[in-house]
């Protein structure tokens, strides 16, 4: 779960950039895209790979409850957080791959043709 806080690295750049007057920049073009990239690759793969795994184990993980080694409460706590967090980070990567395909549109609408030229 920590290896998905790498994304939060870039959500500060960008929120730096935002508050300094940088948000049209280039370069936040760059980290906007650092930061869909690991959010994605950190908290969509990863941690459904991470889930993928504690599905294929959840024999040994049941094998623990009914030898009473965890009580089923946290069991069910911990499966609820899991759930919860596959549900919060699909919501945010959408949304976030909405800022994205907004920004990059806004790059387009920024070229204009005067005279058959393209100015940028």
């Not at 948000?23 to 959010?39: N, P």
């Amino acid at each position: 779960l920590a290896l998905g806080e790498v994304s939060t690295i870039f959500l500060n750049l960008r929120w730096f950039l935002i508050k300094t007057g940088r948000g049209e920049s280039a370069f936040m073009k760059i980290v906007e895209g650092m930061f869909a990239m690991t959010f994605f690759v950190t908290r969509i793969v990863i941690y459904l790979m991470g889930v993928g795994h504690l599905i294929y184990e959840r024999e040994e993980i049941l094998d623990l409850l009914e030898r009473d080694v965890i009580p089923s409460v946290f069991l069910g706590i911990d499966a609820f957080s899991i759930a919860a967090g596959i549900i919060l980070n699909l919501t945010w990567f959408r949304k976030i791959a909405a800022m994205l395909v907004s920004s990059i549109g806004k790059g387009r609408k920024k070229t204009k043709k005067l005279k058959g030229e393209t100015i940028v």
